[in-house]
């Protein structure tokens, strides 16, 4: 079946400017979650979905990020004012409650550059 | 906050050899997952690890759980060049996974 989708694979945008990255997860999973992958570094949680429950928005790094998903299914991770440093892969990931096993299943990722 | 440090972080192996790569947490994990990424892919799962002291062998692959549950360790054996890329562990805090930095292992022909 299909996996986890984003868009765009590739955004490049001036600093200051709004962008706004997507997210379509496996259907069904009740799970997901928003991480940020700099070049040659770990996956830096962002905010993570699960069901109907209020999203843990623990990892946002500032009030200039912020994520919303509707219906349960699609998620739009915004970034307002965008700096350099915000420049970086972002992946989305899906998982489902199955058995106890929260397994994550990857998106491509989206490579933001903030020229 | 919730952290979970891996070591080391780069390895280069030549073909053959074998490599470690060791996680840990402050506190007490509910489970620890692994996920290898491939150079320019995204990580992909290869394994969950529950109980106390849990050993888990995938082929060369083998992966250990901590008796107190706040280490991990993933050993391959004689190594190949499939076996390329950047391993990270993840820790369960809850819902959440608190992932590791990930070891770059580079395998030479």
């Known amino acids: 079946g299909a996996g986890v989708s984003q868009s765009p694979s590739n955004k490049v945008t001036e600093k200051g400017k709004d962008v706004e990255l997507r997210c379509d997860p496996i259907?069904?999973?009740?799970?997901l979650y928003w991480y940020r992958q700099s070049l040659g570094q770990g996956l830096e949680f962002l905010i993570y979905?699960?069901?109907?429950?209020?999203?843990?928005k623990s990892g946002l790094p500032s009030d200039r990020f912020s994520a919303e998903r509707t219906g349960g299914s699609v998620s739009t991770l915004t970034i307002q004012r965008t700096q350099q440093e915000d420049s970086a892969v972002y992946l989305c990931?899906?998982?489902?409650?199955?058995?106890?096993?929260?397994?994550?299943?990857f998106g491509p990722g989206t490579r933001l550059t903030v020229t | 906050g919730q952290q979970v440090m891996q070591i080391p972080q780069y390895q280069h192996v030549q073909e053959g050899e074998d490599f470690t790569t060791y996680c840990n947490s402050s506190?007490?994990?509910?489970?620890i997952q692994w996920y290898k990424q491939r150079p320019g892919g995204h990580p992909v799962f290869l394994i969950q690890?529950?109980?106390?002291?849990e050993v888990k062998k995938q082929k060369r692959l083998t992966f250990q759980f901590g008796e107190a549950k706040k280490n991990s360790s993933l050993h391959i054996t004689a190594t190949q060049t499939t076996d390329v890329g950047t391993y990270f562990c993840?820790?369960?805090?809850?819902?959440?996974?608190?992932f590791g930095q990930g070891t770059e292992l580079s395998v030479k022909p």
């Open positions: 990931a899906s998982s489902a409650l199955a058995g106890g096993t929260y397994e994550q299943y």
């Open positions: 259907s069904g999973h009740t799970a």
């Open positions: 979905f699960q069901g109907n429950s209020a999203p843990d």
């Open positions: 506190t007490t994990l509910s489970n």
């Open positions: 690890l529950v109980k106390s002291g």
């Open positions: 993840a820790g369960s805090f809850g819902g959440k996974l608190i």
